[in-house]
């Protein structure tokens, strides 16, 4: 009998390994497509764009959803590029030479529910290096961006699937938005335009960049504040993660959108790095049994929230509304994944005051100047106060060691 339990339990074992290999492996096959050279980048309004929103509407019809775009599975938007970093986008009608032409994917699992969840990625990305490429090298180099985002649309298709015949007290709107990296233009776009009542939007999860879930596991969750259940059943589905809540529904990154019409958001994130909009950002460096894991946890997420009805939005102090506005740069990348004292380097870059005063990644800077860094806001609030052309002392850790170094932005 226990012979027979063993085999059973052990049959029962190598099913579900298979399972997940399975998924894992169709995770990588779409990572793989998304960003492959053959693709250059995925810029919008590029042919590797289109390719790309041609791959993901076949994908959604191989799962089952049905079209819910302007054009079958798709949805286009016109509009002219910024002339500065802070001018407004106009969408626009007219074809001309000096516009460009966007496109969203947008499939639909209809449950015949009262509410939607709307469950998005995007999946645009820097081309050879637009605007927005940390990348300092005179040659010009591909950004694929499997990290950034080819992972968060790889989940999207995986959830897709999970929830394709299951927990059917919602409908799903499954959405991969374009013009993300240029300013969340293929979100804001919908909200505008949107193909089904947003009255009827229960809540919007988003994930971008989850493909670099690292040793110690760290997932950030942004919006729990945006709805009072959030917190709670973030948490109660946690038994693989060191879980880095953030209450705010804005950020860089599409559930900002919907966030401001008055909808409910998660995002999930699993932190910068040094490829982080840079050519090094290749399908190679993920983790793709982690990306099945946060997808595994979001569906569980989804399960649990089947039958609450509609979710109450919550308004959310937003930490962006504080950051301070500064003149020079550091030169590093943050790990935004970091909870301790002080702010921790992810990256630094060649040629910046950082670099050019040896601090190296994975240094924690606890002061600058007479400015005492306890976390990225009092970092972003001690950057403020220096001009160019100023040299001061920075203290870091390193390997447990406070050193001091001289800084000259």
């Given amino acids: 009998m226990i012979n027979r339990i063993l085999i059973l ?9 298979e399972s997940i290999a399975q998924t894992t492996t169709q995770i990588q096959t779409d990572v793989a497509f998304l960003a492959d050279d053959k693709l250059e980048g995925r810029s919008t309004g590029t042919k590797g764009e289109k390719a790309a929103a041609a791959y993901i509407a076949k994908r959604f019809k191989e799962i089952g959803l049905e079209p819910k775009g302007t054009n079958e599975y798709f949805q286009d938007f016109t509009f002219k590029p910024k002339t500065h970093p802070h001018a407004k986008v106009d969408y626009t009608d007219s074809i001309s030479e000096n516009v460009i032409t966007g496109r969203n994917v947008l499939g639909f699992i209809n449950n015949n529910a009262t509410n ?34 080819a992972s968060g649309v790889a989940v ?8 394709k015949n299951t927990n059917k007290g919602n409908n799903y709107l499954v959405m991969a938005f374009s013009g993300e990296e240029m300013g969340l233009l293929g979100s804001n776009y919908f909200v505008k335009h949107p193909t089904i009542s947003l009255d009827s939007a229960n809540y919007m999860l988003n994930m971008d960049m989850v493909g670099r879930l690292k040793k110690d596991s760290a997932l950030a969750v942004y919006g729990v504040g945006t709805s009072p259940y959030f917190k709670q059943v973030v948490e109660a589905y946690n038994n693989k993660f060191k879980l880095i809540k953030k209450e705010s529904g804005v950020g860089p ?31 190679d460096k993920l983790n793709y049994a982690g990306m099945e894991t946060i997808s595994t946890y979001i569906f569980n997420i989804i399960t649990d929230l089947d039958d609450n009805g509609k979710m109450p939005f919550r308004k959310t102090k937003n930490e962006s509304d ?77 390997n447990k060691e406070t050193i001091e170094v001289e800084v000259t932005f």
């Fill in 9 to 17: 339990t052990f049959f029962s074992f190598l099913f579900s390994f």
């Fill in 253 to 283: 990154s599409d559930h900002t959108s919907f966030y401001l019409n008055d909808i409910p958001v998660l995002h999930f994130f699993t932190g910068q790095h040094e490829d982080y909009h840079r050519p090094g950002d290749d399908s």
């Fill in 156 to 163: 999207l298709l995986n959830l897709a699937e999970k929830l």
């Fill in 116 to 149: 939607t969840i709307i469950i998005g990625a995007h999946f645009d990305h820097l081309g050879y290096g637009d605007n927005g490429s940390l990348y300092r090298g005179k040659e010009k180099l591909i950004h694929n961006g499997a990290d950034d985002n």
């Fill in 322 to 398: 504080n950051t301070p506005r500064f003149k020079i740069t550091l030169g590093v990348v943050p790990d935004y994944m970091y909870d301790g004292k002080g702010m921790r380097i992810d990256g630094v870059t060649e040629g910046k005051p950082a670099q050019k005063a040896g601090i190296q990644k994975g240094d924690v800077v606890i002061q600058l100047g007479e400015h005492e860094i306890k976390d990225m806001m009092s970092y972003m609030k001690a950057l403020s106060k220096f001009e160019k052309g100023i040299t001061t002392k920075a203290k870091i850790v390193r």
